[in-house]
């Protein structure tokens, strides 16, 4: 009878809460609700101003969940339904095969989460620090399980990824069957290979049930130079920018924008612009961006700037973007002894991060050697139910960390660059001066080098809490690239 009545509510709830949805696939916030520049917090612009029209400043579709006491949380915007449960890791087709037996909650439809679906639960007010203790997850963990990597198992802290059911259409890493999936330690989507031979990926997998036409278009191309998506009731620019623009002129340009009579038209945040994907396409295999043919994209292998700042590193100097074209990277395997090869590492979909500003760092940043390339195309948006808003000033939380892709075997050797030393050979007190003039002036992930007693330590730059320091590139033991 508990049971019943809770499901009862919660349905009530839905049934109120479709009255207010644009249609099958509304939108939910991605809870932002600070304002930036390009390199710290400040309190939110006045239109007009320098930096105005970003995320925080335009709320949509407010997360709501319900737990139902079953093992299942409900999503009361997009009529979702979720395992609470985090499980164990498994491999891309064990995930799949899984949801057939699944019975949470008493229901027998369970199935694998799109990554339309799965991006839904994104919630970016996460940062990603070196420690799971300091960590914010991207994902309400009031409502569901959520687990770190296990680093005293060899893993990073943000080895915790969520397969989706979504395959891309096109190769990545040398020609890998790819799938898209979620990180929420570190805030993004990327393709990850499933494994080959007797190597065996491995992630979480999170079931979903119910409101099957969420993620599926509806557009509507109008003769105002406009695209209506019927199924979120979001407005698109048919066009796009035309060039590359930094974060800050991005902003500028949406909110200058007159078109089609309307001048209400916003930087779309990272969970909107992804919404306009389509996974189905992709430059190598129908030699196109992977958007529906409707818009015109000036670039095939375009990036899209987003409004929404992407918390990653001791500074929110990074906002969102979506690879339309290929996520591409500068990558060989560590301790190959190849050169780097300019690569698709990610996929035509992937959401990843750029500086809002300055230049790109070169031969990439991070473990796979992310592209930077800071002047972006940007597609305005309108509509949806979004309502521009003024949130109060309050200081996000002080970052306490290193980089998350440290910790584990993806980290430092023994008693290089950490401070404080570690077990091992010696306990150096951190890493020399040398090291940190290495990286005076770049950014992380930048290529560094610094010259030693036995030669030349190549490196990537890496934000540590007393500044950037040159650390070994492919630093511990080997294996396979971690994404």
């Given at each position: ?67 139902n ?31 057939a ?53 060899g ?37 990850y ?6 190597r ?22 109008n003769l ?36 089609s ?40 292998e ?62 990439g ?60 050979q ?7 001066q ?50």
């Amino acid at each position: 009878m508990t049971k019943f009545r809770i499901l009862m509510a919660v349905l009530s709830v839905l049934l109120l809460s479709a009255q207010a949805w644009a249609g099958p696939y509304p939108i939910v916030d991605t809870g932002q609700n600070a304002c930036f520049n390009n390199s710290r917090q400040i309190g939110c612009p006045d239109v007009g101003d320098d930096f105005s029209g970003q995320d925080a400043q335009y709320k949509g579709h407010t997360p709501q969940y319900a737990n139902n006491s079953d093992g299942t949380v409900s999503d009361l915007v997009t009529g979702l339904m979720w395992v609470k449960a985090r499980g164990n890791k498994v491999s891309f087709n064990q995930a799949m095969n899984d949801a057939a037996s699944c019975r949470v909650g008493g229901y027998d439809d369970w199935r694998a989460p799109t990554i339309k679906e799965l991006y839904s639960l994104m919630d970016f007010n996460g940062w990603g620090m070196m420690k799971a203790s300091n960590s914010i997850p991207y994902l309400d963990t009031r409502y569901f399980d959520f687990k770190y990597g296990d680093t005293s198992k060899g893993e990073r802290v943000i080895d915790c990824q969520d397969w989706s059911s979504t395959e891309y259409v096109h190769k990545t890493m040398n020609m890998n069957d790819t799938v898209f999936g979620v990180n929420f330690a570190d805030g993004r989507i990327k393709g990850y290979g499933k494994g080959r031979g007797n190597r065996v990926t491995t992630k979480y997998i999170r079931y979903v049930r119910g409101n099957p036409q969420y993620g599926h278009n509806i557009f509507l191309k109008n003769l105002d130079r406009t695209i209506t998506d019927k199924a979120t009731s979001l407005i698109w620019q048919k066009k796009d920018s035309g060039r590359g623009l930094n974060w800050e002129d991005a902003l500028a340009y949406c909110a200058n924008l007159d078109l089609s009579g309307e001048s209400d038209w916003r930087l779309p945040s990272a969970k909107e612009l992804q919404s306009i994907l389509d996974y189905t396409r992709s430059p190598k295999t129908t030699n196109s961006p992977a958007i529906d043919p409707k818009f015109y994209s000036t670039d095939k292998e375009g990036w899209y700037w987003s409004s929404t700042t992407h918390l990653d590193g001791p500074k929110p100097k990074n906002a969102v973007y979506l690879a339309f074209g290929r996520a591409m990277g500068y990558f060989a395997p560590p301790n190959s002894g190849q050169s780097k090869r300019h690569m698709d590492v990610h996929g035509a979909g992937a959401q990843r991060s750029d500086p809002k500003s300055g230049t790109p760092a070169s031969g990439g940043h991070g473990p796979q050697g992310d592209e930077q390339r800071v002047k972006n195309y940007v597609r305005c948006v309108r509509g949806g139910g979004v309502a521009y808003y003024e949130p109060t000033y309050k200081r996000i939380p002080t970052f306490k960390g290193g980089n998350p892709n440290e910790g584990g075997s993806g980290g430092m050797k023994q008693g290089q660059g950490k401070r404080g030393g570690q077990q091992g050979q010696s306990r150096r007190q951190g890493p020399p001066q040398a090291a940190f003039d290495a990286c005076k002036g770049a950014s992380q992930g930048d290529s560094c080098s610094v010259q030693t007693p036995h030669g030349t330590l190549k490196g990537l730059c890496r934000d540590v809490p007393d500044g950037t320091v040159c650390v070994p590139e492919g630093g511990g033991r080997g294996g396979p690239p971690r994404q």
